[in-house]
């Protein structure tokens, strides 16, 4: 019999078509919860984001984060502290760091002990190089959403040349540090949906924020690599132009995208990683085991079939609220208890 494949070989094989061993689960770190190793962990050149920690702070821009106990510590920038009024004037604000002095082999060195001590095993778990929030989103972090939507439509051009000035500074970054990290796989963050629909059109992605990604997404083709998109919200309007520039796996695919559809539309091409929403019922802190596990697995049985799935799913709280970590637990629990055979059954 052969050896059962390592969490970091199945989720790498999927993008070569190969179903994995049993069904998984993404996680967005560790997981207190989990009986295997992590599929995948980000990666990646830490002083890019010492802001992102349960402290806050201020960003390499200048922008400042603040945190919530409630919201489990997750960072945002500081409402009405915005660091850009106008878009014209972006050249006099955003000043990126000199980074002519890195030494960036001992960077990657302490990063990767750092996630050692985690307890994270390059060997077993798929690395994927992540830098930054994105264009988009940088964009809204400097302008706030009112203000930075106007400017995308009122000022383009302008808005083009800060996207080009973000971009020139992050792939040097990369350019210089990716190949320190020795990376499995490079994942493009950048959130440019609401639930209901995207924040911006096509058109505009395409002109705006879609060469960035893809001259970001190159230092992973050129290499060999897979390419993965953190797109929240209802974005299956873009999922044709991540194809353009190489995307194989998509995350976290939210239930107000056509999620069958896109599963049937590309199927290996793209893994859908998501389809788990809690809402209603399930989030209620009276909402028994029970019901929960029972929604994890209809979410399952439902998206699975065809293969070209993982799971992704989690609730975010305070830490000690213990509604919902009972609920991450059941969830976990729940993946990693679905049956093998049924697994394999619907592929």
Known sequence: MA??????????????????????????????????????????????NQHRSPEGGKDIWGVNYITTKDTGYSGMPEPNNFILKDITKWRDVITAPDISGFDWEKMAKNDMDFLAKMGINPDETAMMYSMHFGYFQLLMSFMGFTEGLCAIYEEPEEVKALMEYLCDFYTEVEA?????????????V??????????ISPDQYREL???YHAKEAQFALDRGLSVAMHDCGKCEAF??????????????????????????KYGSDLIVIGG???NGELIKPECSEENFKKAVNDVIDNLLPGGNYIFDGWLFGAPDDEAVNNKNKWLTEAVEDYDVKR???KL
């Open 343 to 345: 697994y394999r059954s």
């Open 176 to 188: 210089k540090s990716f190949d320190y990290y020795q990376p499995d796989l490079i994942e493009i």
């Open 239 to 264: 999922i044709d132009d991540w194809r353009d520039f190489g995307v194989q796996y998509w995350e976290p695919a939210q239930t107000c995208n056509d999620l069958l559809g896109i599963k049937e």
């Open 190 to 199: 950048d959130d440019t949906a609401a639930w209901g629909a995207p924040f």
């Open 209 to 211: 924020i879609k060469p």
């Open 3 to 48: 050896a059962q494949r390592t969490p970091k070989q199945n989720f790498l094989d999927m993008a070569k078509g190969i179903p994995s061993d049993t069904l998984m689960q993404f996680a967005y770190g560790p997981n207190p919860y989990s009986k295997r190793p992590l599929m995948t962990m980000f990666c990646g050149p830490g002083f890019l």
């Open 276 to 278: 788990f929403d809690a």
